[in-house]
């Protein structure tokens, strides 16, 4: 009982936000070793293919779901949007540097936040619309654009960050309507089914090694996701959300030491002042009782 009590504090929040940063980090390290010689598409497809084996004790409570024709579109479109933001994410990881895919995926939550609005009928205080104004703002920062060349790789993360918050609006709504595990076992396999197409035009044949890091991403991004549930179910966002910074500390760290990635004050600048707002948001949204804007990680692969 004492150890129940131990796991619901804001402690244990806070660790389980730190493995969580940990295992997206490995994740971001792992799709960047791979270089460029596996086409994007492909090294997702692979990686959701392979992931399929850690949801199968999910294989159950799939099997026993009662989905209604309205629930089938809302998955099947949230599939759709996944997949785009998956293949732009793997592409954009080839590209520009971990620190700076790491600092733009903090813009997500702004995303979900205006996407609310839209889809969800939520409204905008004057704090809020300077908060998402400010994380534009350190957008900008990043980008720079006019002040050096951006890119596609720069703009494949911007769609990344817009299309994964519409996939989170999709399952916002779903959730209220199936469970956790339906939510994340179909947004898998339709990936993994919209992917396949996208990989096939483009295959090449991956080495054994490949396919291990791949195998390794998989289990990271699961393990990622699982941590983050602990995470939240020990203490508010408004004590995890900022842990969620270190990944960007963690990025820069990793991008110089390990790919020879030059450190850029601009990214971390900028960075740092997307994920203040997302935090202030986060906070405004604890005070007023209502949860919209996701945890950073809520939005990855």
Same mark, same amino acid.
């Not at 993360?157 to 817009?162: F, I, K, R, S, V």
């Given at each position: 009982?004492?150890?129940?009590?131990?796991?619901?504090? #804001?402690?244990?929040?806070?660790?389980?936000?730190?493995?969580?940063?940990?295992?997206?980090?490995?994740?971001?390290?792992?799709?960047?070793?791979?270089?460029?010689? $596996?086409?994007?598409?492909?090294?997702?497809?692979?990686?959701?293919?392979?992931?399929? %084996?850690?949801?199968?004790?999910? &294989?159950?409570?799939?099997?026993?779901?009662?989905?209604?024709?309205?629930? *089938?579109?809302?998955?099947?479109?949230?599939?759709? +949007?996944?997949?785009?933001?998956?293949?732009?994410?793997?592409?954009?990881?080839?590209?520009?540097?971990?620190?700076?895919?790491?600092?733009?995926?903090?813009?997500?939550?702004?995303?979900?936040? %205006?996407?609310?609005?839209?889809?969800? @009928?939520?409204?905008?205080?004057?704090?809020?619309?300077?908060? $998402?104004?400010?994380?534009?703002?350190?957008?900008?920062?990043?980008?720079?654009? @006019?002040?050096?060349?951006?890119?596609?790789?720069?703009?494949?993360?911007?769609?990344?960050?817009?299309?994964?918050? %519409?996939?989170?609006?999709?399952?916002?709504?779903?959730?209220?309507?199936?469970?956790?595990?339906?939510?994340?076992?179909?947004?898998? %396999?339709?990936?993994?089914?919209?992917?396949?197409?996208? &990989?096939?035009?483009? /295959?090449? *044949? #991956?080495? /054994? *090694?490949?396919?291990?890091?791949?195998?390794?991403?998989? +289990? +990271?991004?699961?393990?990622?996701?699982?941590?983050?549930?602990?995470?939240?179910?020990?203490?508010?966002?408004?004590?995890?959300?900022?842990?969620?910074?270190?990944?960007?500390?963690?990025?820069?760290?990793?991008?110089?030491?390990?790919?020879?990635?030059?450190?850029?004050? *601009?990214?971390?600048?900028?960075?740092?002042?997307?994920?203040?707002?997302?935090?202030?948001?986060?906070?405004?949204?604890?005070?007023?009782?209502?949860?919209?804007?996701?945890?950073?990680?809520?939005?990855?692969?």
């Amino acid at each position: 009982m004492g150890m129940a009590n131990n796991q619901q504090s #804001p402690a244990w929040g806070v660790f389980w936000m730190v493995v969580t940063g940990l295992c997206f980090v490995a994740v971001t390290a792992l799709v960047k070793s791979l270089g460029q010689r $596996i086409p994007a598409a492909e090294s997702a497809f692979l990686r959701y293919v392979l992931g399929l %084996v850690f949801l199968l004790p999910m &294989a159950k409570s799939l099997a026993q779901a009662r989905l209604t024709p309205r629930m *089938w579109r809302l998955f099947s479109l949230r599939a759709v +949007f996944h997949t785009c933001g998956v293949a732009l994410w793997f592409f954009a990881m080839t590209r520009i540097p971990i620190a700076e895919v790491t600092a733009m995926n903090y813009i997500n939550p702004v995303y979900v936040t %205006v996407l609310a609005v839209i889809f969800l @009928g939520e409204r905008l205080a004057l704090r809020r619309v300077m908060a $998402i104004v400010a994380a534009l703002i350190g957008a900008l920062m990043i980008l720079r654009p @006019g002040f050096r060349e951006l890119d596609p790789g720069h703009f494949a993360m911007l769609g990344t960050a817009l299309l994964f918050a %519409v996939s989170y609006i999709l399952a916002k709504i779903l959730s209220g309507e199936v469970s956790a595990a339906v939510v994340v076992a179909l947004l898998s %396999v339709g990936v993994t089914i919209g992917l396949a197409p996208l &990989a096939i035009a483009v /295959w090449v *044949w #991956p080495t /054994w *090694w490949e396919l291990l890091v791949l195998l390794g991403v998989a +289990f +990271f991004a699961t393990a990622g996701h699982y941590t983050m549930t602990l995470a939240f179910a020990a203490a508010p966002m408004t004590v995890t959300q900022p842990v969620t910074f270190l990944q960007l500390i963690w990025a820069v760290s990793l991008g110089a030491i390990v790919f020879g990635e030059p450190v850029d004050p *601009w990214v971390i600048a900028g960075g740092s002042v997307i994920m203040a707002a997302v935090i202030f948001i986060t906070w405004r949204e604890a005070v007023l009782k209502r949860r919209i804007t996701p945890l950073v990680p809520e939005t990855k692969i």
